[in-house]
């Protein structure tokens, strides 16, 4: 998101403090001394940071079109919604075939993203299951 901000021009003026990343939530930081989270529903919610149904609607409509919708809030209120999409790797592709070509059975991706997304990508890339919405840890007990 740096990154992106400084293509766009965007001038960074003001460093976090205290931040910390909340494992397959998001993280949260003092920014010129207010409380900035930046991360999923599930951190939203922990927070009681309300999410109205405008806002989740317009973040659902871009989740089916295969983005992850990343939330903001400042000082307990929703400020904005921020839409990542990856890109695949055409290697990614490529291997994913080699692997079945070489006779494996089944690929099964696991993944923190959302359904949509998960579903989206774990196409274009040929995979036969995926898993989405998973926590770190659970996606190395997964298998």
């Given amino acids: 998101m ?14 976090p403090k205290d931040s910390h990343v909340e494992k397959g939530h998001g993280l949260f930081a003092t920014v010129n001394q207010k409380q900035v989270l930046i991360g999923n529903r599930k951190l939203m919610t922990a927070h009681q940071v309300t999410i109205t149904e405008k806002i989740e609607a317009y973040a659902v409509g871009e ?20 839409s990542i999409a990856d890109k695949i790797r055409e290697e990614a592709t490529q291997t994913i075939r080699m692997l079945k070509r ?6 099964v991706m696991l993944t923190g993203d959302n359904k949509y997304t ?3 990508v774990a196409t274009q890339l040929g995979m036969d299951q995926v898993f989405a919405e998973m926590l ?7 298998y």
């Fill in 2 to 15: 740096v990154k992106a901000a400084k293509q766009y021009g965007i001038v960074l003026t003001n460093e």
């Fill in 63 to 82: 989740e089916q079109g295969g983005s992850t919708a990343v939330f903001v809030s400042v000082d307990g209120e929703l400020v904005g919604v921020i």
């Fill in 102 to 107: 070489l006779g494996v059975k089944q690929t």
């Fill in 118 to 120: 998960a579903k989206k």
């Fill in 136 to 142: 770190p840890e659970r996606q190395s007990e997964s």
